[in-house]
């Protein structure tokens, strides 16, 4: 079993930067892949970005290429996701989630492959 919680969500203006962090407490979250997924209101959840196990792959979302990084400790069990860039349309909750038994990222953008999820943290941009 795998629990996660995040952190780190907030209000920032357009151009602005944030730094989410997940935690996992459970010893299987250092061996499997993990992800970030967001929603909107009135929008269903939506991949952001995805790492394997060790950190040596990853994959973004075509909208937050280039302006999203993922990262993860796995020593201090944490998952990071440094925004920057931040637009009105990044505006969601934002969620993590781990994988159970697989570690990479074949699959990975799809939130039906993902067993533990965090309750989540808000993100807005404003304009």
């Known amino acids: 079993q795998v629990q996660l919680t995040e952190s780190g969500g907030g209000q920032v203006q357009a151009g602005g930067s944030l730094r989410l962090s997940c935690e996992a407490s459970?010893?299987?979250?250092?061996?499997?892949?993990a992800a970030w997924f967001r929603q909107s209101p009135g929008k269903e959840r939506e991949f952001v970005a995805t790492?394997?196990?060790?950190?040596?792959?990853?994959r973004y979302a075509d909208s937050v290429r280039g302006r999203f990084t993922i990262s993860r400790d796995n020593h201090q069990n944490t998952l990071a996701l440094q925004m920057d860039n931040l637009k009105p349309e990044d505006t969601a909750m934002y969620y993590c989630a781990a994988r159970a038994h697989y570690t990479e990222i074949v699959g990975g953008m799809d939130e039906r492959n993902y067993a533990y999820w965090g309750q989540g943290t808000q993100v807005t941009v404003s304009s």
């Open positions: 459970g010893r299987d979250f250092g061996g499997n892949a």
């Open positions: 790492i394997n196990w060790n950190g040596a792959y990853l």
